[in-house]
């Protein structure tokens, strides 16, 4: 089974600019999470999606948004971009909330 | 609010020598508990959860719902175990909270 893909891998933009970052899950998982890596804050949970729906929410600002297509494959999007979004996001596929997840190798996104 | 504290950033064992990274929760009700590891140039992967009970590449964690602890042990370090270890708490549906991660060096 191909693994957890996530597109693009790497990303520069600038202040004020908006992005959006694809994730693709392992064929047949459903469940697709989505999360913040910094060397400040760590791993923070950003959201969940599970059959086109949002299941969980973290702390994060409404700029930070995302969706679920019927095919399971997952966008988020950042508006109005700050410095402090820079950051390595991972995605990662699970068959279920509570089954083993898979993550991706990351989109790591630099704001300038 | 729910936290997950993980003591050491750093922690240096000598290959062969029994290793305990440690995890602290604060909620006292009965949450979902995981050990991921990331080594060097290779994704996040689970390594472990509480309930499955399973010992993982010689890796245990034993929740301790009275210490509120969740430590990661093994009792022969390996040079492949170093690596950066998460410990990550959930309450059933809800959201992961990790903790800021521990550095495994085993040296040889």
């Known amino acids: 089974k191909a693994g957890v893909t996530q597109t693009p891998r790497y990303l520069i933009k600038t202040r004020g600019q908006q992005v959006t970052l694809s994730c693709s899950p392992i064929?047949?998982?459903?469940?697709v999470s989505w999360y913040q890596q910094t060397p400040g804050q760590g791993l923070q949970f950003l959201f969940e999606?599970?059959?086109?729906?949002?299941?969980n929410k973290g702390n994060f600002p409404g700029r930070f948004s995302g969706r679920q297509f019927s095919n399971s494959r997952s966008e988020m999007n950042v508006s109005t971009l700050e410095l402090g979004d820079s950051a390595l996001y991972l995605c990662?596929?699970?068959?279920?909330?509570?089954?083993?997840?898979?993550f991706g190798p990351g989109t790591r996104l630099t704001v300038l | 609010a729910q936290r997950v504290t993980q003591p050491e950033k750093l922690l240096s064992v000598f290959k062969g020598a029994p290793v305990e990274l440690k995890c602290n929760y604060s909620?006292?009700?009965?949450?979902?508990l995981f050990w991921y590891v990331q080594y060097s140039r290779q994704r996040l992967q689970l390594l472990l959860r509480?309930?499955s009970r399973e010992s993982i590449k010689g890796f245990t964690a034993d929740l301790n719902k009275g210490e509120t602890s969740f430590h990661l042990k093994k009792p022969f370090a390996q040079e492949e175990d170093s690596a950066m270890y998460y410990c990550?708490?959930?309450?059933?549906?809800?959201?992961?909270?990790f903790g800021p991660g521990t550095r495994l060096s085993v040296l040889p």
């Open positions: 990550a708490f959930r309450l059933y549906g809800q959201n992961f909270v």
């Open positions: 909620y006292s009700g009965s949450p979902e």
């Open positions: 999606y599970f059959s086109e729906t949002q299941r």
């Open positions: 990662a596929s699970s068959l279920g909330t509570g089954e083993k997840d898979f």
């Open positions: 509480h309930i």
């Open positions: 064929s047949g998982h459903r469940s």
